[in-house]
């Protein structure tokens, strides 16, 4: 009997852990309406994992817009994410650990400290790293972040959300690098041929630093233009330092936006972040400005989502799905959702809104009710209820935003459960009628073969029966063609003979035809090779005759030539004798020349003492003094001509 006891106890532990096991796959599953909406914590990307970090994502769409892209950054203590460039809007969220992130828009070097609770923005086109802390309790820093880089804030996965700074640079040619940087050749070496670090590497002291750690910071500073290094501390915004929106026992929430953290003002990224207490939930409500992406970061809870009521039920049916620590979820805009924790457990979770507009949510239950504005006998007459019913619904209404709801995740959940129960009976229905009708189609398959198959014999034997009528027409045609073909070949057979002695007439007659237009041929070709023949005397002949006109002409060039050197000879015997004479006359010349000028200088002096005299000459001595002139002149000519006479003798 006591050795039963240890039996039963092992065999009842043994149930339980295949229970706990069905329920931990079944709250793992995702049905086929849940799958764009619910990323699981296990269904995560990874994109890095090394010993000092990892970095996973998640792409989770809203239905009609996305994918959104969420990452997810671990740090080890005393760890460095690597500087990147971001293609897109980084909006973040620290969730535990602490660190210092620096980054720079291109104009100085911003630093900020960072813990637990911090949320900032960093924009498209910053350079930015993260370093986490090494403190007393060894904490790991994760930081979920989201990555807009669209006006619609929808992360394009063609550009990426960020690249490595390391890859930027060496993408350069090595002299590129050395007249950008200004370093020596050793330094490149060991830049171009060290091994690439992963995304997350253990984070170095000062005096660990080596050259490529150096020119690394060089890089930075070469591509933000940080010539002076200037440093600036920013604040950031903690959420869980800052007082909730509304709190209650049941829990507490907080939305930021534009008007809390300034870094947001220009973009279309809010974040909130709800906190449940155990067997509470946030009333149904909905989004009219915004899509909600959310993270569980503690405890497990229950999300119910409601379709609206135009939509199509094959594109949008309610749902219920079942979200525990590190799940992502997105809730579109206009649907009403409600959020609740389990009776065992808080139900915390942070998200990304997509939009930093005054939201303001519309509630369907308690004081801040959309239904507590509207008409009552109108929404009396939309829910085809009495006035009373109405107002006792209304009325019975006390909470405002979180209520108390013990229980009711686990109903929930087991309607869930139901739910994918029937759903998973359906698919087997689904299946065996499936099945069914495919063993229907091929029983009828079956039938359709034996029918073929015995169609098929039939066919055989009306082939056998028409091959053996065909057969004996065969014969038949076989024996009329063997009597066609010998009346056939004797036809052929006088035909060939007829045209055997038209073939020796016509070979006979074209011999003769040939043997004459041989002679023609032998003809022509006599007559043609004489008419070369004087052709080519003539040519010669007329060749000579150019040859001897070309000598003579070649002599009478050469006696021309001849005639020309003693021609030019003469001529320069000629010129050195007339050179003397030459320069005579130009001296001769120059000589008339000046007296000429004198003469004139005489004459303009005779008229200005005249003038000064104011006595006019009479007619008759200017008559003389022409004459004199004259005469003057004449005896000069005489002159000339005598000293001409001697050159000339």
Known sequence: MLQKVPLLSLLFLGLLLCLSLHVEAFSEDVSAWERPYVVRRGHRRSLVVTEYGEISAAEISSGTKGPYHIQFITLEPNSLLLPVLLHADMVFYVHTGNGKLSWTDGREMKRMNLRRGDVYRLQAGSVFFVRSNLDSERQKMRIHAIFSNTDEDIYDPSIGAYSSVSDLVLGFDRKVLQEAFKVPEEVLEELTSATKPPAVVHAVTKDQKSVYWELEDRMLDFLIGNKHKKTKETKTFNILDAKPDFENCNGWSLTVDKHSL?????????????????????????????????????????????????????????????????????????????????????????????????????????????????????????????????????????????????????????????????????????????????????????????????????????????????????????????????????????????????????????????????????????RVEEERREQEEAERERQEEEEKERREEEQQQEEARRREEKKKQQEKRRQREETPRREHEEARRQEEERQKRRWKEEERAKERERREGGEEQPEEQEVEARKEDQERKGDEGKGRRALRNPWKL
């Open 262 to 526: 300034k870094s947001l003002s220009d973009s279309n990224i809010g974040i909130f972040m709800v906190n449940l207490t155990k067997g509470s939930m946030m009333g149904p409500h909905w989004n009219p400005m915004a899509t909600e992406i959310a993270i569980v970061l503690h405890g497990r809870g229950m999300v119910r989502v409601i379709c609206h009521s135009t939509a199509n039920e094959s594109e949008c049916k309610n749902m219920r799905f079942k979200v525990k620590e590190g799940d992502v979820f997105a809730v579109p805009r206009f649907h009403p959702m409600a959020q609740i924790s389990f009776n065992n457990d808080s139900f915390v979770f942070m998200g990304f809104s997509t939009s930093t507009k005054r939201n303001h949510p519309q509630f369907l239950t308690g004081k801040s009710s959309i239904l507590q504005i509207l008409d009552r006998g109108i929404l009396a007459v939309s829910f085809n209820v009495t006035n009373t019913t109405m107002d006792q619904l209304l009325n019975a209404q006390e909470e405002a935003l979180i209520l108390d709801c013990t229980s009711c995740a686990e109903i929930e959940e087991n309607k869930m459960k139901e739910e994918f129960e029937k759903e998973k009976q359906e698919e087997e229905a689904r299946k065996r009628e499936e099945e069914e009708a495919r063993k229907k189609e091929e029983e009828e398959a079956r039938k359709r073969e034996e029918e073929e198959e015995r169609e098929r014999e039939e066919e055989e034997a009306r082939k056998r029966e028409e091959e053996e009528r065909r057969e004996q027409e065969e014969a038949e045609r076989e024996r009329q063609e063997e009597e066609e073909k010998q009346r056939r070949e004797e036809e052929e057979e006088e035909a060939r003979k007829r045209e055997e002695a038209e073939r020796e007439r016509q070979e006979e007659e074209e011999k003769q035809r040939r043997e004459e237009a041989r002679k023609r041929e032998e003809e022509e070709r006599k």
